[in-house]
């Protein structure tokens, strides 16, 4: 939509606060793109993804419903290492005792407290 303006100062202070959102917009995101350079800032958000995967992975949601939201790394292994348990073939209890223990240890670093 055109707009139209009454004399040519009203314009130049449009395009004034234009230019001058259009620098501000452009520092802050050179400023995240500076932040995502940084390792630091890199690895939180790759632990936030992975807690977010792990805690929507369905048998995880289903033992933290059961503990209402206190889950720790060990309740995920001990539980997977009992559902493991119950299987038939030897491979399908390796492989779901192996995935409990590693989806155990990244709960208990996601819910570890930061050290750092």
């Known amino acids: 939509m055109a707009t139209t303006y009454p004399d040519l100062a009203s314009f130049r202070r449009a395009r004034d606060l234009a230019r001058s959102d259009r620098d501000a917009h452009a520092a802050s995101i050179k400023h995240r793109w500076g932040m995502l350079h940084q390792r630091s800032v890199r690895g939180a958000l790759f632990r936030d993804a992975v807690g977010d995967l792990v805690r929507g ?59 750092s």
């Open 57 to 115: 992975w369905k048998p995880v949601r289903r033992v933290m419903d059961l503990a209402h939201g206190r889950v720790n790394g060990e309740l995920i292994t001990a539980v997977g290492e009992l559902f493991a348990s119950t299987r038939s073939s030897w491979l399908k209890r390796v492989m779901y005792g192996g995935m409990s223990r590693i989806v155990g240890h990244l709960i208990g670093r996601l819910t570890a407290p930061d050290r």
